[in-house]
């Protein structure tokens, strides 16, 4: 009878380890449309150690770009980034690539972080990273073209990172 207890027992434990144990969520790919003035999706999910693709597409007439943060920065009463950077803040050096597989320049003077550009209709970029956890809890993706025109215009969205 000790001997089924005992069975019963470890089993019980093993399907409980089993359940604690931590997996690696499956690598994600999004493709990211920027048009005037929007992201489509404006609103993505992805969790810690999951690597994530963001296909970055220019459908509008504009330059566009995207800054991932919190606390938006103002100069003269307009919004021009991010006080904190999402990649920054996490120690994360994404990997951004134009269309032609070579890669991009994301880091700009006047601007901390990391900030891709699109310059014309069709211009496509990816990022491809995968999330810590001091990247855990909302962000904000935005667009600060035009001196923070498109980013007043309603070109934001949310980027939240779960466990």
Not at 44 to 54: F, G, H, P, R, S
Request: net charge negative.
């Amino acid at each position: 009878m000790k001997k089924i207890y005992l069975i019963i027992g470890l089993a019980a434990l093993v399907g409980i380890l089993a359940a604690c144990s931590s997996s690696t969520a499956e690598p994600v790919s999004i493709d990211v449309h920027m048009t005037e003035y929007s992201y489509q999706p404006s609103s993505i999910n992805v969790k810690v150690d999951q690597q994530v693709t963001l296909h970055l597409i220019n459908d509008g007439q504009l330059a566009h770009e995207i800054m991932f943060g919190r606390d938006v920065s103002m100069v003269d009463n307009r919004p021009t980034g991010f006080q904190t950077d999402m990649f920054e803040a996490a120690g994360v050096e994404p990997t951004v690539t134009a269309a032609d597989g070579s890669a991009m320049d994301h880091h700009t003077a006047g601007h901390p972080g990391v900030m891709v550009v699109l310059q014309n209709t069709g211009d496509q970029a990816t990022i491809t990273f995968t999330p810590n956890k001091e990247m855990v809890g909302e962000w904000e993706m935005g667009c600060f073209e035009q001196d923070g025109v498109h980013y007043q215009a309603g070109m934001k969205g949310t980027f939240t990172v779960s466990q």
